[in-house]
């Protein structure tokens, strides 16, 4: 398959991703098509590292974007790995130019558990 252009760009998360490659695999089944190689190892790692639904993953992205020290990439990267402690906080914000205090950590965790 090849791609001739790309008609529109728009981030989701992880859920959103697993129910569109669910669309994707019924669509084809309905057909008969067989499914590519790619499709389907897409489709597994959707299933195996999908933590929570479509719906609590994007009403977590809206909170986070709330949040001061929050851009876009960081907030997605949260809902899609879901951290449980501040190691793994810390891990997702290596690359900024600046540190998140305790209490930052701890509100960020906070949001995520209650998505969980």
Known sequence: MK???VISEE???LPEMKGQLAQVEAR???AGQEMSY???QSIEHANHLSKASAEHSRDLVDKL???????PDIAFRIANIMPRSRDE???IYAKERY???GEELDAILEMVITHL
């Open 38 to 40: 790619e499709l389907r």
């Open 99 to 101: 540190t998140l205090t």
């Open 89 to 91: 906080l810390r891990a």
């Open 3 to 5: 791609v001739k252009g």
């Open 11 to 13: 981030r989701i998360t």
């Open 65 to 71: 974007l709330t949040l001061e020290k929050m851009k």
């Open 28 to 30: 084809r089944l309905d």
